[in-house]
């Protein structure tokens, strides 16, 4: 079963308006950690955001906020005011097992992010 | 530069060929990650190196992939006698601590392997 389920592979958004990429995982470990990436076509992962499952509120870095539904196991990122730059690929990913000694990061598919003029 | 470096950018290979890709962490970072990206999916996890030591190589998709970090910097992954479905980017991250805790990795550009 996948652990991370990205369902949309492309989205579109029009400048300066907000968009939601969604992202749901499966786990049994009580301690993870979820992030968002961005990939340009460069190829480069950037690092966003990250929530960790113990986390009380929802993460938020600038532009960047992840609505973090633990029952639900869900972890959207939401953009706000979208800018032309924002136009990448963006993965979901999670590190299982902070307790533990290696850290393996398990990422969805991915959804494309276009935005328009 | 400061951030994490690799090498080649681009390699094409002919089927069957031995190809070596090198990873430059961040100075002073002491895990180190590869993952293997293909078109149109999420990186997969292929190995994880604490200082020289590798302490998870359960992603490396067969015997052909190896890898090694002998002086726990200065990271190669090696294939041999590579395969068409080897054609990925492969990317390699590193982090500052042996627990990973918080934030994040830092990933490196990656090195888009063809093989032809």
């Known amino acids: 079963a996948q652990k991370i389920t990205q369902t949309q592979p492309g989205m579109f958004v029009q400048e300066k308006e907000a968009v939601t990429l969604d992202c749901t995982y499966d786990?049994?470990?009580?301690?993870?950690?979820l992030f968002w990436y961005k990939q340009p076509s460069s190829g480069e992962m950037i690092f966003l955001i990250y929530?960790?499952?113990?986390?009380?509120q929802n993460a938020t870095e600038g532009r960047y906020s992840l609505n973090f539904q633990k029952a639900r196991k869900s972890a959207n990122l939401v953009i706000s005011a979208s800018q032309l730059g924002d136009s990448a690929m963006y993965f979901c990913a999670m590190r299982e097992g902070d307790t533990s000694g290696t850290y393996k990061y398990i990422f969805g598919t991915g959804t494309r992010l276009k935005v328009l003029a | 530069g400061a951030g994490v470096s690799q090498s080649p950018r681009y390699k094409v290979a002919k089927r069957g060929q031995d190809v070596a890709l090198r990873c430059d962490p961040i100075?002073?970072?002491?895990?180190l990650f590869w993952y293997q990206q293909a078109l149109g999916q999420g990186p997969e996890f292929l190995t994880y190196f604490q200082n020289e030591a590798q302490l998870d190589k359960s992603g490396l998709p067969s015997d052909r992939f190896f890898a090694e970090r002998p002086e726990g910097s200065v990271s190669t992954l090696k294939i041999q006698r590579t395969q068409q479905e080897d054609s990925a980017v492969y990317l390699c991250?590193?982090?500052?601590?042996?627990?990973?805790?918080?934030?994040?990795?830092?990933f490196g550009e990656g090195s888009w392997l063809t093989v032809v």
């Open positions: 929530q960790g499952s113990y986390d009380q």
């Open positions: 991250a590193s982090s500052p601590k042996g627990r990973v805790s918080g934030n994040t990795i830092y």
């Open positions: 786990t049994s470990d009580p301690s993870y950690g």
């Open positions: 100075s002073g970072h002491v895990s």
